[in-house]
């Protein structure tokens, strides 16, 4: 049994300690936003936070969680996050949409460590997350947005 | 989700009637027009259909037969009805249409997405859908009133009583509006009067694409569902001879080994004791007949397939006959790889097979291909199985396949489970699995006159066919060539009076496939790069001289001087940096590119900003045409870059995103779109945006270097200087 944190809830799960994080979230916790696309952390449709850092869950054991807090796209909820989808929302980012998970939980990590982004901050902290429809520009202008807004209540 | 909705909209189907308190608009559509691209007629038949519902909350739920892939059909398609409906935006909601003849394409004659025609194909039908409703409803509030319906008037979801003032919610009016029959033609608005058609409408899929909520194929939960992932062969042709299994069945969380017609499906509690199952998996390959085939030799072949004569897709004037008035000639061979269209999404389908029933739940583009084959494979009729479509992470073409084989794996496997199963590709199995971009090579020569115009062109492509031997083969071969081989090279839109195109068909055994734009993905590149390299020759600037030889194309004209003016063509580029211009007609819609770029201090292209005018006619949502070409300029720029797929000993060589690179957000290029006000039939959005970006970038890099980028993706050494 591995004692697990995700999105603020406790839980105990009874998997292979060398399960990629991914899958315990897919697979044994239900929780499908996080996207599984290339297996080897290159593509970040996988991208989650553990204890606040961006991680590829992809190839992530679950046992590096033990004991840790995972946050995954259902679970954020802060000013940044707040900023973000509201950004992305505006700019109309998403096409396909498959990638847009892991896009958004590295760009909250940005945010976090860079409230305002230079274009280079954004290629830096985004050109590990691929977008097969090229959503890039949007992204970047949606990031942009973002940090210029007014901080968002927190519930 | 999926499966209530479908129950709902089964039942709204055979009746026609009210449900649940709303409204399910039934009427009949026109006969639809003439789609030569994929050799439609005419739509003679007189179809019910059923694309609005109407709650009794006022929502207004679009029904959409066209999958949502990231093209933004479903926000498209909901845009015209609601405009005709005069809804309430903040009312509209769409939903993915079950498979019934009604959802047929009027173009395909099934259910299907693809050839960049989602919004035009559907113009009519659904602004009349709207119509339909929006009449109904008046009928039935001057029905409560007591007055002449033509008092009446429509706004936001209400009705109104102009003279009076009385209004009535759409919401309020179902019941009665569900007695009226609305009549087969009716008046649609006038331009003018749109409310939504022209502007840049947020997309109604926006807001569950970035909380995790979004459903995509891979997504879906079904109660006990099993994941399987398959072990195929290493070659394309070859089959298992024996395996041994005793490793895999060890590993706790593997349920079953099954064997299918494409090889061997490890069956799971989830997908990482599938993937180790499959990692421990013995198989003994018969390789078959591909088991030597190597990309080196392959090119020598197809060179040598050039040298036939091929079937004539072309012939204008009489090329012999002019050959030796030539000033200059160019004689030049492009080559272009196979490529993967690589959806962010994997492929996947969960099937769930029992006796008297098939449900699939997948990301696809080809509903009726899949219902149908999964008919097959279980025996039952095709009213037995049900298919409901997800979202698409990604189509490209790939999930539009004539054999369902992501869909037949995933019923073989749930058949013999006797339970519901959820295949899923790996990254690898996606790059491995073929139906790819065909691999072309063309042979072209050219003559010029004394005033540096074209004579002749002479132009022989040679790739493999899709088409041939499939139902395609009817629709899409014409006179012995495969119309998708050689589109957008045998009807070149460039004045020469001696033309000649022809085709080699490559030896099948690769599955090949449609890719964002089909033919013109590799055709495009060598007329717009063969173009650059005759003004060259004739010592003329590169955008005059298309002007010269477009001369009788007004709308490509007009989109060439448009691109020209906004990337201020006329002055001159920055030092260091090299500009280049293309344009090309595909889907009924034609877009040019301005490219700048230079060479990096690392010995690397940089892209720095593209310029793309469009005319695709008829505008319906800017934003998500201005989004279509953004993403076209990516797509384009990955194969201009890096898109390959090579043999090594009959496998691919390729495997990964590290191998099978993608553009970066640090290698976007600035994207500024220009989309032309325009009276031209519409034409597709999706696609045509992708000819044009190689062409265009390489024509730039020229500029820097003074060396023909001929063969993509690009080399170290196309940065180098010529010599």
Known sequence: MINLKVNGKAYQVDVDPSTPILWVLRDTLGLNGTKFGCGMAQCGACTVHLNGDAIRSCVSPVSRAAGKEIMTIEGLSDDITKRLQEAWIAEDVPQCGYCQSGQIMAAAVLLRNKPNPTDNDIDLGMSGNICRCGTYQRVRNAIHRAAKMKPKAVK | MYEMNNASRRNFLKTTAVVGGGLLLGFHMPAFARNSRFGITDVTNFAPNAFIRIGTDDIITVIVNHSEMGQGAYTSLPMLVADELDADWSKVRFESAPVDPVYNHPGFGMQGTGGSTSTWVEWDRFRNAGAAGRYMLVEAAAQTWGVDAATCKTEKGFVIHTATGRKLSYGQLVDKAAAIKAPEKLKLKDPKDYKFIGKPVKRLDTPEKINGTAIFGIDVKVPNLLTALIARPPVFGGKAKSFNASKVKAIPGVIEVVEIDRGIAIVANGFWPAKLGRDALDVVWDEGALASLDSSTQAKQYEELANQPGAVATKE???????????????????????????????????????????????????????????????????????????????????????????????????????????????????????????????????????????????????????????????????????????????????????????????????????????????????????????????????????????????????????????????????????????????????????????????????????????????????????????????????????????????????????????????????????????????????????????????????????????????????????
């Open chain 2, 317 to 723: 004037g009489d090329i012999a006959s002019v050959k030796e008035k030539a000033v200059k000639t160019i004689e030049v061979a492009y080559d272009l790889p196979y490529l993967a269209h690589a959806p962010m999404e994997p492929l996947n389908c969960v099937a769930d097979v029992k006796a008297d029933s098939c449900e699939i739940w997948v990301g696809t583009q080809f509903q009726t291909v899949d219902l149908m084959t999964a008919a097959h494979i279980t025996g039952l009729k095709p009213n037995q199985v049900k298919l409901h479509t997800t979202l698409l992470g990604g189509g490209f073409g790939r999930r539009a396949v004539l054999d369902a084989h992501f869909v037949s794996e995933a019923v073989q496997v749930s058949k013999a489970m006797k339970a519901p199963v959820k295949v899923i590709w790996t990254r690898e199995d996606d790059i491995r699995g073929g139906y790819y971009r065909p691999k072309a090579h063309h042979k072209i020569s050219a003559g010029l006159d004394a005033s540096g115009k074209p004579l002749y062109w002479q132009h022989n492509i040679v790739c493999q066919s899709f088409a041939v031997g499939t139902p395609l083969e009817a629709m899409m071969v014409k006179d012995g060539v495969d119309s998708t081989a050689v589109e957008g090279a045998s009807d070149l839109p460039y004045h020469i009076p001696n033309l000649h195109v022809a085709w080699n068909m490559a030896p099948n055994g690769v599955p090949t496939l449609w890719w964002r734009s089909v033919g013109s993905s590799h055709t495009a590149f060598v007329v717009e790069g063969m173009i650059d390299e005759l003004a060259k020759a004739a010592d003329k600037d590169p955008y005059q001289y298309r002007r010269m030889l477009l001369e009788k194309h007004p709308r490509l004209l007009n989109v060439l001087d448009t691109v020209a003016e906004k990337a201020g063509w006329k002055n001159p580029v920055a030092a260091g940096r090299g500009r280049g211009i293309a344009i090309h007609e595909s889907f009924g819609s034609v877009v040019a590119h301005v490219a700048e770029v230079s060479i990096t201090k690392n010995n690397t292209l940089k892209v720095h900003k593209v310029v793309t005018a469009i005319d695709c006619g008829q505008v319906v949502n800017p934003d998500t045409i201005k989004a279509q070409m953004e993403g076209c300029v990516a797509f384009g720029l990955t194969a201009a870059l890096y898109g390959e797929i090579t043999f090594e000993k009959g496998r691919v060589k390729q495997r990964n995103f590290h191998d099978y690179k993608i553009l970066r957000m640090n290698e976007m290029p600035l994207v500024e779109v220009h989309i032309l006000d325009s009276k031209e039939k519409m034409g597709g959005v999706g696609e045509p945006g992708v000819p044009p970006v190689a062409p265009a970038v390489m024509n730039a890099l020229f500029m820097l270097t003074g060396k023909r980028v001929r063969s993509l993706p690009l080399r170290p050494d196309d940065l180098k200087k010529k010599a």
